[in-house]
């Protein structure tokens, strides 16, 4: 399987050094892969690990969107052996039909609440769980500033999946520093592609990118506060995904603005 620039990128921040010599179409080892980092690389550990939870936060979305990349390849170009296993021959492995992908991921924290089935309301539209399983946070909501798809989370309001979810779209939708950097003429397209190869496990475009001297602080300061300011609200995604309406969304923001009040003011 031939894999294209943006493949070959998600697969090395998945697999890292460790994945060379193995097929990019065996998709349990990826799914493996991703399991582990997923677990290490998860924001709730920042306090713990002494690390910065945007910057976590940042490094669990890219491994999530590397996983992505990978399956729909998969998808759409089944590989072409079966790993077979127990008595099966291989010419039985090799009809047996490509697995479609799954979304196995579990909320590494907290009380879960396990629905396989069912309906749970979210404001006038009900929403299906999963037939494969999919999990509700079901304990107290964290004494602490959230973000807003968080407190959805920790309200029980949406699945541990639809969390996951939303920041990957919110991620994928976001405008790319190398992008915006390229039309302000701060980089080359060339410079773009030579950054990228050269970006380390974890680290950031805009970190690599003054790593090597190809922007300057003052300049990726003015990128990041443009990307934000660019960004799309992760509130549109649960209205497009028809997740909530949009007074149950608006309802869910105000009650969202009075808990982060309570410990802003400490």
Known sequence: MTLTREEEKAFF??????????NPGDEETLKRAFRNKAKKAHPDLAARLGKDPQVMQKH???????FNILMERLQREPPSYTVCRGNRSKNEAARAPFKEKRASSRAPWGTQKEENRGERDTGGQKKKT???????????????NLRFAEYLYYSGVISWMDLVHALVWQYRNRPKIGEMATQEGLLS??????????????????????RMGYLKQVHLNSLVRKQKKLGIPIGHYFILSRKMTKETLYKKLSEYRRHNTIFDAK
């Not at 999963?130 to 602490?144: A, E, K, L, M």
């Open 189 to 210: 397209f060339e410079d773009v592609l030579e950054i990228i190869r050269e970006k380390k496990q974890g680290e950031l475009f805009g970190e690599a990118a003054l």
């Open 13 to 22: 921040l998945l697999m890292g050094i460790s994945g060379r010599g193995v």
């Open 130 to 144: 999963s037939d494969q399983g999919d999990f509700y946070f079901s304990g107290r909501t964290p004494n602490r």
């Open 60 to 66: 669990f979305m890219e491994l999530n969107d590397a």
